[in-house]
């Protein structure tokens, strides 16, 4: 029996139960399989399948990403297309790309099922895919019916909310969550296990947003990285530049206290100078980074935390910041519930950026006096791994309790989408 969880920068795998996941890979498939399953190997792979191929043609697929094409297709029934650029390096697990290639998606399901985690057809599956998707019942519909109706796959099938998984990861059953994720940051309120639907809240602002913002910051160094790897297609090496800045990003990523982010004024001296001094120190050991050429890359405290301004700047009156998305969840709660302390859990990898619970506590209490209490109660807490939403997952599905809920392939021939608003949708 298997976990995965897809939707997010990487795809995490591993077997039911299991504390950590087995395998974390790319979120990327390849027409030729790589010697290793690092990020470089399967850029390398891809650049070398698209050696002396043909320029992609206009036409591409725009399946509506019921069924189409996905039953029974394997790497040598895709072979007459799996060599055209367009198919040689493949990003997965976007709503989007899903629905152009549902077959790429399958096979690379039946792929970590099979191959990596070595599991029968006849082993369950339980995914964990993003809060956007679950909110999308025609989505949902469809994605259970390509699974359940492709044969070799899986016999069962369940779909999990990160939300969910990170509250059991916590050791909670009860949890307002907010999810910083790669493309975006989702707020959910989790009741005894449960998504509170009419609480789930996502702006389309992640870890990508920010990415995107160092890569301007550190364009000077792009020629040196790019040239770092000449072996690399041009489209190879726009990832390997993504993912590179990516790592800088991770060493240097700070956010400001909101004197310091919005003013650049510097922290008060007294109370707590000690730790800021301290925090000081470490953040210039880790910025001391090098490019391949042996260039110091460095950026200044202050250019260093702007990107992350993202989440918490509001551009017009749709858009929303991440203090706002909060305490809007919060409020929506039962008048009852509120009277209680309600459990706040910080995940995703934003959310473990130095100063970012901090800079959020700030502003949750200049919007909400309740924060003062939460704040002094040690309420807000951050999710100290990368992969909370899977091993809550993990820990949901081995469970006696969690039988009724796998959705069967004689239950979806039977009753077809009707059981998911039975066992999922409530």
């Not at 082993?123 to 949902?140: A, G, I, K, N």
Request: proline share 4%; hydrophobic share 40%; net charge negative.
């Amino acid at each position: 029996m298997s976990v995965v969880e897809v939707g997010t920068y990487n795809v995490r795998a591993g077997y039911i139960g299991d504390a950590t996941c087995t395998r974390c890979l790319p979120a990327l498939r390849v027409a030729v399989a790589p010697e290793e399953v690092d990020l470089f190997s399967i850029l390398y792979a891809a650049s070398r399948s698209l050696e002396g191929s043909a320029l992609p043609s206009s036409s591409s697929s725009s399946s509506s990403f019921a069924h189409n094409e996905a039953c029974g297709m394997d790497g040598a029934s895709r072979s007459k297309d799996s060599n055209t650029p367009s198919n040689a390096l493949l990003p997965l697990w976007s709503l989007r790309q899903v629905e152009s290639h549902p077959a790429a998606h399958v096979d690379s399901l039946r792929r970590l099922k099979r191959d990596i985690l070595e599991n029968d057809e006849q082993d369950p599956l339980c995914l964990v895919l993003p809060e956007v998707w679950h909110e999308r019942t025609d989505v949902m519909e469809a994605l259970f019916q390509l699974i359940l109706e492709t044969s070799g796959l899986t016999t069962a099938l369940y779909a999990m909310r990160p939300s969910v998984g990170w509250t059991f990861a916590a050791g909670a059953a009860s949890s307002i969550v907010m999810d910083v994720g790669h493309s975006h940051t989702t707020v959910t309120a989790v009741l005894d296990g449960y998504a509170l639907r009419h609480s789930v809240d996502t702006i389309p602002v992640g870890g990508d947003a920010v990415t995107a913002q160092y890569s301007e910051l550190l364009s000077r160094h792009r020629p040196v990285v790019e040239a770092a790897v000449p072996v690399l297609s041009s489209v190879a090496r726009e990832i390997y530049w993504r993912d590179w800045v990516a790592d800088v990003k991770h060493c240097l990523a700070r956010v400001l206290p909101l004197q310091g982010g919005l003013g650049g004024v510097a922290l008060a001296e007294g109370k707590g100078s000690a730790a800021s001094a301290a925090k000081e120190a470490s953040v210039r050991v880790a910025m001391n980074l090098q490019a391949p050429d042996g260039t110091r890359v460095h950026l200044d405290e202050r250019k260093a935390a702007l990107p992350f301004e993202v989440f918490f700047s509001t551009h017009s009156d749709k858009q929303r910041s991440v203090v706002t998305m909060m305490t809007m969840c919060k409020q929506r709660m039962d008048p009852e519930w509120q009277l209680h302390t309600v459990p706040h859990l910080l995940a995703g990898a934003g959310g473990r950026v130095p100063g970012f619970r901090d800079r959020l506590m700030e502003e949750l209490k200049a919007q909400d006096s309740t924060y003062f209490r939460y704040e002094r109660e040690g309420v807000l807490n951050v999710a100290q791994t990368a992969d909370g939403a899977w091993m809550g997952a993990s820990m949901a599905a081995s469970s006696s309790s969690f039988e009724p809920l796998w959705v069967t392939r004689g239950e979806w021939a039977e009753e077809g989408a009707s059981v998911l608003y039975r066992k999922l949708f409530y």
